[in-house]
């Protein structure tokens, strides 16, 4: 069954020691899923906040490379936009 790679999840888990490419298999041709999402209150909060911090849009930034990637925010619409905005991005968001 295909794996998605849920970053903010792994965090929450203290379990950020997930093998990309093991994940990366698991969707065969297709490409891979990934959830980015932040904490609301603080860095591992399990509730997410409504925009991705600029810290993880940085920290996490490969994933748009890579994968399929979901924004898991409350503001969902307005953090995407935020997350296309960033200049720590280096492609376009469709």
Do not use: C
């Amino acid at each position: 069954a295909p794996m998605v790679l849920d970053v903010h999840h792994a965090r929450v888990t203290k379990d950020e020691n997930y093998d990309v490419e093991r994940i990366k298999r698991t969707w065969k041709d297709r490409k891979p899923l990934a959830h980015i999402s932040s904490g609301k209150d603080f860095i591992d909060d399990k509730s997410h906040s409504d925009y991705i911090s600029e810290e993880d849009i940085k920290k996490y930034s490969w994933l748009f490379q890579d994968f399929d990637v979901e924004v898991e925010a409350k503001k969902k619409e307005k953090a995407l936009e935020r997350i296309a905005d960033n200049k720590f991005l280096l492609i376009k968001i469709n």
